[in-house]
Antibody, heavy 119, light 113 residues
Framework: EVQLVESGGGLVQPGGSLRLSCAAS????????MHWVRQAPGKGLVWVSR????????SYADPVKGRFTISRDNAKNTLYLQMNSLRAEDTAVYYC????????????WGQGTLVTVSS | DIVMNQSPDSLAVSLGERATINCKSS????????????LAWYQQKPGQPPKLLIY???TRESGVPDRFSGSGSGTDFTLTISSLQAEDVAVYYC?????????FGQGTKLEIK
């Protein structure tokens, strides 16, 4: 059974940093591209970032470019999102999501982890 | 960047009736080399992550009831629920995966009338 379990969310002050992790199981992480998608409270889904299978290629949404870094450790079956210079508008549930293969739809989602940026 | 726009924002349909949700992209998501539309539909129920319903604009994900269908090509797409069931109450999103950023529509909230 495919499972994606996010962790690392919490309350952080504006300007602070957090690192989210996503533990993958039930499949071979190294075979799949991966994404982070976020959802502000009561709002819609917003794609944040994606990484290819071996981590050599990444892409970011403009609002997070230069502040967020996606990475992966296939040996540890874990996806990461390093978030720096956090702003109030980054407050959201962050979902780890599996690409169907290489740059296509999302076929599995984690339950999400809440990041709250507030003083 | 491709902008996805859904209509309507909310919809109330009687049980057993048809529900139709539209999605329009700001540029074509049809890839000419393989004639596939890079468009997916997701369902999100309260307190849950999204669930994949449809990919390639019209291919139903395994396990998704056949009352859900997707259609359209190029820039205009439709998700149809042929006979609304109570468990279909949710927010529905379209998403293009033609190019990054992989944008979503704003969502359509479906309720029972």
């Amino acid at each position: 059974e495919v499972q994606l379990v996010e962790s690392g969310g919490g309350l952080v002050q504006p300007g602070g940093s957090l690192r989210l992790s996503c533990a993958a199981s039930g499949f071979t992480l190294s075979s799949y591209w991966m994404h982070w998608v976020r959802q502000a409270p009561g709002k819609g889904l917003v794609w944040v970032s994606r990484i290819n299978s071996d981590g050599s290629s990444t892409s970011y949404a403009d609002p997070v470019k230069g502040r967020f870094t996606i990475s992966r450790d296939n040996a540890k079956n874990t996806l990461y999102l390093q978030m720096n210079s956090l702003r109030a508008e980054d407050t959201a549930v962050y979902y780890c999501a599996r690409d169907c293969s290489t740059s296509c739809w999302v076929d599995y989602w984690g339950q999400g982890t809440l990041v709250t940026v507030s003083s | 960047d491709i902008v996805m726009n859904q209509s309507p924002d909310s919809l109330a349909v009687s049980l057993g009736e048809r529900a139709t949700i539209n999605c329009k992209s700001s540029q074509s998501v049809l890839y000419s080399s393989n004639n596939k539309n890079y468009l997916a539909w997701y369902q999100q129920k309260p307190g849950q992550p999204p669930k994949l319903l449809i990919y390639w604009a019209s291919t139903r994900e395994s396990g998704v009831p056949d009352r859900f269908s997707g259609s359209g090509s190029g820039t205009d797409f439709t998700l149809t629920i042929s006979s609304l069931q109570a468990e279909d109450v949710a927010v529905y999103y379209c998403q293009q995966y033609y190019s990054t950023p992989y944008s979503f529509g704003q969502g359509t909230k479906l309720e029972i009338k």
